[in-house]
């Protein structure tokens, strides 16, 4: 089985910054995109940032500017720096890897999911 294990997030003020984890274990032959979607109360779930293997990246236009991805694959880990945080980011954050299993190919996963809160 393969788990996706997040960490992070939590309460900050606007203008603030927080570091999301995420760590993928398991039985698996490599990963080919990590990255993280948001879902806040009442909306649709969108995506944030993504990052491959290759360290190709796809941002969210609101989030341009503000949050930066990276990745170590050899660590099965990202990370989403979350920069100048405004009341509009708050919402749960799901971690997501696109990765391929032995005989299956590539497959999808996601993390539990972590609050990010911003209010003053």
């Known amino acids: 089985q393969v788990h996706l294990v997040e960490s992070g997030g939590g309460s900050v003020q606007p203008g603030g910054s927080l570091r999301l984890s995420c760590a993928a274990s398991?039985?698996?032959?490599?990963?080919?995109?990590m990255g993280w979607y948001r879902q806040a109360a009442g909306k649709q779930r969108e995506l944030a940032a993504l990052?491959?293997?290759?360290?190709?990246?796809n941002y969210l236009e609101s989030v341009k500017g503000r949050f930066a991805i990276s990745g170590d694959f050899a660590k099965n880990s990202a990370y989403l720096h979350m920069n100048d945080l405004k009341p509009e980011d708050s919402a749960v954050y799901y971690c997501?890897?696109?990765?391929?299993?032995?005989?299956?190919?590539?497959?999808?996963?996601w993390g539990q999911g972590t609050q990010v809160t911003v209010s003053s």
């Open positions: 997501y890897a696109n990765i391929q299993i032995a005989d299956i190919g590539p497959t999808e996963y």
């Open positions: 398991g039985v698996f032959s490599g990963i080919e995109i």
């Open positions: 990052i491959t293997r290759g360290s190709n990246t």
